[in-house]
T-cell receptor, first 114, second 115 residues
């Protein structure tokens, strides 16, 4: 079946540091890949997505590239801010299913210190 | 436009009781999905409904059931509650195509505590 593995956290960075959160997946065919963010006390929000190999999703300075050859979708940001402190979830929806049946990783907690 | 809304926000029940959670999707969205998020883990898919029909079910026992109404709102029911059912229950809506590329919009969740 489908699965998503995220790097274990928590991750603590200083403001303006470079961020990488690793995500690898197992799925048949060509899934769509997503990053969601959950800010303290709020619900899940879609951060970015990529729907085919070599696509790059980007939003709010975050980027992730769909790498079919390494089955990865690592999240990066060049300069993090305190306001980026949140839990980040990598997710996929299978090639022959729809996004309403997504499989999520366990999340990575990011804390950015001033 | 209003986002996905869920009620109640918090709920405390005792073992063996029954609970009903409610979700209203974004206007125009026909697909509703339910997820269970245990503390420290990612959301796990429970059900998806589209046009009042069940489109998928995750690996959850028959104590879990759901339905969707003509206005596309949805209820999740859990019978014979166990301590392990304590979690944040998330509802998500999407426009309702069959595409894996659809964007899901999540509600704030219902925090269920079973004592």
């Amino acid at each position: 079946g489908n699965s998503v593995t995220q790097m274990e956290g928590p991750v603590t960075l200083s403001e303006e540091a470079f961020l990488t959160i690793n995500c690898t997946y197992t799925a048949t065919g060509y899934p769509s890949l997503f990053w969601y963010v959950q800010y303290p006390g709020e619900g899940l929000q879609l951060l970015l997505k990529a729907t085919k190999a070599d696509d790059k999703g980007s939003n709010k300075g975050f980027e992730a590239t769909y790498r079919k050859e390494t089955t990865s979708f690592h999240l990066e940001k060049g300069s993090v801010q305190v306001s980026d402190s949140a839990v980040y979830f990598c997710a996929l929806s299978g090639h022959n299913t729809n996004a309403g049946k997504s499989t999520f990783g366990d999340g990575t907690t990011l804390t950015v210190k001033p | 436009d209003a986002g996905v809304t869920q009620s109640p926000t918090h709920l405390i029940k005792t073992r063996g009781q029954h609970v009903t959670l409610r979700c209203s999707p974004i206007s125009g969205h026909k697909s509703v999905s339910w997820y269970q998020q245990v503390l420290g883990q990612g959301p796990q898919f429970i059900f998806q409904y589209y046009e009042k029909e069940e489109r998928g079910r995750g690996n959850f026992p028959d104590r879990f059931s759901a339905r969707q109404f003509p206005n596309y709102s949805s209820e999740l029911n859990v019978n014979a509650l166990l301590l392990g059912d304590s979690a944040l229950y998330l509802c998500a809506s999407s426009p309702g195509t069959s595409a894996s590329t659809d964007t899901q919009y999540f509600g704030p969740g219902t925090r269920l505590t079973v004592l």
